[in-house]
């Protein structure tokens, strides 16, 4: 079966600091990878999705970056963090089934201080 | 008009009730629909997708209404365990690949 692990759970770091989350997906090959941030409150927002190794869409103006060097790993990254990048980031995974159903990880909370 | 909207409730119900709720979508072109709940803090996990014939699983039934669209979810006998938030997923552009979500009813069901 499929799982999807990401990491650290929670992350409590200062504005201006680089920022590296990682997930990676085990029991399945070449799948759909995304990142949501969801703020508190809010609805889930798609940042990121990528359909392959090294390709990466962007769903919103910001200053993260999203990277997939191999197939089930996907990063997300800031070179410098806003306070307002502050909230629930989600790594899903979808396959080729019929509705492309997404899967999530368990998430990473950040607080920027 | 956004693009997948719900009422945030929150929806009080007691258990063993019949509770009900209605998600509208603003593309016409849209193919694919979920239902997804989501626990406080914690991750949306998969609940059905949402066929055009309409499904269900156990005590949950999900109906897609493309005339007026609009997707529903109605959950029968609620039990304490079903408190949560309800997201309604819609794709929207882009191909079956990305899809909206609603920002969630949230149920309480209450003992």
């Known amino acids: 079966s499929q799982t999807i692990h990401q990491w650290p759970a929670t992350l409590v770091q200062p504005v201006g600091s680089p920022l590296s989350l990682e997930c990676t997906v085990e029991g399945t090959s070449n799948p759909n990878l995304y990142w949501y941030r969801q703020a508190a409150g809010r609805g889930l927002q798609l940042l990121f999705y990528s359909v392959g190794i090294g390709q990466i869409s962007s769903e919103v103006p910001q200053n993260l970056s999203a990277s997939r060097p191999q197939d089930r790993q996907f990063i997300l990254s800031s070179k410098k963090l806003l306070l307002s990048d502050s909230g629930f980031y989600l790594c899903?995974?979808?396959?080729?089934?019929?509705?492309?159903?997404?899967?999530f990880g368990p998430g990473t909370r950040l607080t920027v201080t | 008009r956004k693009e997948v909207e719900q009422d945030p409730g929150p929806f009080n119900v007691p258990e063993g009730a019949t509770v009900a709720f209605n998600c509208t979508y603003s593309?016409?072109?849209?193919?694919?629909f979920f239902w997804y709940r989501q626990d406080c803090r914690k991750e949306p996990k998969l609940l059905m997708s949402v066929y055009s014939s309409g499904n269900e699983d156990g005590r949950f039934t999900a109906q897609l209404n493309r005339a007026s669209q609009y997707i529903s979810l109605l959950i029968r006998d609620s039990k304490l365990s079903d408190s949560a938030t309800y997201l309604c997923?819609?794709?929207?552009?882009?191909?079956?690949?990305?899809?909206?979500f609603g920002t969630g009813t949230k149920l309480q069901v209450i003992p």
């Open positions: 997923v819609v794709n929207m552009k882009g191909g079956y690949q990305k899809v909206t």
């Open positions: 899903a995974w979808s396959g080729l089934g019929l509705n492309y159903e997404q899967y």
């Open positions: 593309n016409s072109a849209s193919q694919s």
